[in-house]
């Protein structure tokens, strides 16, 4: 099963990769999908640490 997920990935991150007709097309896509995929985890993060009292900004 896990096989076929990582297969399964990297055909998506293939087919994927070069959307667009144009460079800046690529880049906004890129960008977009960059942060859709970081975003969770960025928010997650940086909740757990400011929850913490780890990061202070004054």
Known sequence: MKKMTVILICGATLALAACGENTATRATTGAATGAVVGGAPGAV??????GTGAVQVE
Do not use: D, I, Q
């Open 45 to 50: 993060v940086g909740a757990a640490l400011g």
